[in-house]
């Protein structure tokens, strides 16, 4: 039995992911936790908790990580609808696959807060932000070739999420692949994400001064 996704008011899927993007990065934090009472040893101390504090570290890097990703895919998403006329059928599956993928990180997160040294944990989770991060790519791609659901007053909107759809396409691809030579810090593949919008900005402030 095949579901029929009929078009929808943007607003209606802008909402949708709002929720989800918000629950996701919500779930995120849940992995930051320190140990049971008993698990900290029968005398505990304040040394013990200074210790399981600073034991805490990878998860705290990963946490602080996804949440920036997830930061970064939310706002290309709002880009790419500010720029959209309409949700048409395709745009609509591609947004709700977006979405699943999306509310999967905090899974990926926590086996990589807790395994990130090993590589299966690094590359699952470079492998999930690349899928994030293809899925938005094929959106732009689809909006390019059909310009009849993309409205004319924000051209340049939708050029700004297919720049930041395929940078973070191309450095989580770099990222899987280092993940099986140097797991854990394969994830600095990721950092030219960061840097790409203060670039953009300052380019543009340039141009203009210029």
């Not at 999420?161 to 990721?190: D, E, I, K």
Request: aromatic content about 8%; charged content about 15%.
């Amino acid at each position: 039995m095949s579901l029929s996704l009929p078009a929808v008011d943007k607003h209606r899927l802008a909402g949708l992911q709002d929720g989800v993007y918000s629950i996701a990065m919500t779930l995120l934090v849940l992995e930051l936790k320190l140990p049971a009472i008993g698990e900290l040893g029968a005398h505990l101390s304040d040394a013990v908790l200074w210790s399981a504090l600073v034991s805490l570290w990878p998860k705290l890097l990963t946490w602080l990580l996804s949440f920036a990703v997830l930061a970064i895919f939310w706002l290309g998403d709002v880009r790419a609808l500010a720029a959209i006329a309409v949700v048409d059928r395709v745009l609509l599956r591609m947004g709700l696959l977006r979405l699943a993928l999306v509310s999967l990180l905090p899974f990926s997160t926590a086996f990589m807060g807790e395994h990130g040294d090993r590589a299966p944990a690094a590359a699952v989770y470079a492998a999930h932000l690349f899928l994030l991060a293809l899925a938005q790519s094929l959106r732009h791609l689809y909006l390019q070739r059909h310009p009849g659901v993309v409205t004319s007053a924000n051209g340049a909107t939708l050029s700004d999420a297919g720049l930041q759809a395929f940078v973070t396409l191309a450095c989580s691809a770099a990222a899987v692949g280092l993940a099986f030579v140097v797991p854990g810090y394969n994830m600095l593949a990721l950092l030219p994400i960061a840097l790409l919008d203060p670039m953009r900005r300052f380019t543009r402030a340039r141009g203009e001064a210029g």
